[in-house]
C-alpha cells in the first residue's frame, strides 16, 4: 500500500464517532491492509457498529471479489467505480436504498448478491451492466415491478426475486433469450406476460407459495393443479373420467404455457393424482 492511500486510511479511521467505531474502523482496515500486501482479489467487509463504508478508492484495486455486511451503512462505498475487476459484489441487511449511477463503470461484473435490503424499486443502473450473469435480490421487500429495459441484460442466466413485492414481469421479460433459472416464489405475483414463452432455455422456475400456483402450468411429463380445483365428490364418474375432464380443462387455459415443455423443474405443488386417489 503506498503512503498517500494509508494516510487516507487513517484519515477514515479518525473520521470515527466514538470508541466501538473507531475499533470497527481499524478492524476494517486491517482487511483492507491485508489485500494491499498479499494482493489478494477477495475482501470481506464486515461490522456491526460501522456507519459508512471506507471508501473504495482506498480499497486493493485488483479485487475481483467484495463481501459488504454492515447493517447501518445507507450508501455503497464511494467511488465504487474505482474497483475495476470487480466481478463479484455481495451485501446484506443493510439500509442501502439505491445503488449509485457509477456502478454503470463495473464492466467486469458478472455476479450481484443483494439480501434484505432496502430498495424502493429495481436498481435502474443495473440494466447498463449487460456482462451480469447472475442477480440475487431476495428479501428485497419493496421491489414491485422490474424496468422493461431489463432485457438489455442478455448474459442473464439467474435471477432470483424471492420474497420480494414483486407483483408482475415486463412484457418484455422473454427476451431474457438466456434465462436458466428464476425465482419468485413468495411474492405476490399473479400472472405471467405472453413473452414468457420465449424463454427457451429456462430449466428452473421456482413459483411455491405465489398465486401462480392458480394457473395450471402444463408442462411435458409434468403436470401441476391446486388441489381446491378438483370436485369435493366423485358423482359416480370413474377415477380415469374425473382425471381426463380436468385436465382437458386446463389444457384449454394454459395454451400458451404448454409451449414451455423443456423446463425440467418447477416448483409447484403436484396434487392431481393425490387427490383424485383419495375420491376412491
Known amino acids: 500500500m503506498n503512503e498517500d492511500v494509508s494516510a487516507k486510511l487513517n484519515l477514515w479511521i479518525l473520521e470515527a464517532e466514538g470508541e466501538t467505531e473507531i475499533n470497527d474502523r481499524i478492524q476494517v482496515a486491517k482487511e483492507i491492509n491485508h489485500n494491499w500486501d498479499h494482493d489478494d482479489n477477495c475482501s470481506i467487509i464486515r461490522s456491526d457498529n460501522l456507519k459508512k463504508a471506507p471508501p473504495a478508492n482506498l480499497m486493493f484495486p485488483g479485487l475481483k471479489d467484495l463481501s459488504i455486511g454492515i447493517p447501518n451503512i445507507s450508501e455503497l462505498p464511494e467511488h465504487i467505480e474505482y474497483l475495476k475487476c470487480l466481478n463479484e459484489l455481495w451485501i446484506s441487511h443493510s439500509k442501502i436504498t439505491e445503488l449509485p449511477d457509477s456502478m454503470s463503470e463495473l464492466k467486469e461484473l458478472t455476479r450481484l448478491d443483494m439480501y434484505n435490503l432496502d430498495f424502493r424499486r429495481f436498481p435502474i443502473v443495473l440494466v447498463e451492466l449487460s456482462q451480469l450473469e447472475r442477480i440475487k435480490m ?10 422493461e429495459e431489463i432485457c438489455k441484460l442478455q448474459e442473464l442466466e439467474y435471477l432470483d426475486l424471492s420474497e420480494t413485492g414483486l407483483k408482475e414481469l415486463p412484457t418484455s421479460f422473454g427476451k431474457l433469450e438466456n434465462l436458466v433459472s428464476l425465482y419468485v416464489n413468495k411474492t405476490p405475483i399473479r400472472k405471467l406476460p405472453a413473452s414468457f414463452v420465449l424463454l427457451r432455455f429456462l430449466k428452473y422456475f421456482y413459483t411455491s407459495e405465489t398465486n401462480l400456483n392458480e394457473e395450471c ?5 409434468h403436470r401441476s393443479i391446486k388441489s381446491k380445483r378438483f370436485p369435493s365428490k366423485s358423482n359416480g364418474d370413474t377415477y380415469d373420467q374425473i382425471k381426463e375432464r380436468k385436465l382437458e380443462e386446463e389444457k384449454r387455459k394454459t ?19 393425490i387427490y383424485l386417489e383419495s375420491l376412491f
Do not use: G, H, M, T
Open 138 to 147: 431476495p428479501q428485497c421487500k419493496f421491489i414491485e415491478y422490474l424496468p
Open 217 to 221: 402450468i402444463s408442462l411435458k411429463n
Open 255 to 273: 395454451e400458451e404455457l404448454d409451449r414451455l415443455s423443456r423446463i425440467q423443474k418447477i416448483d409447484i405443488v403436484e396434487a392431481c393424482d
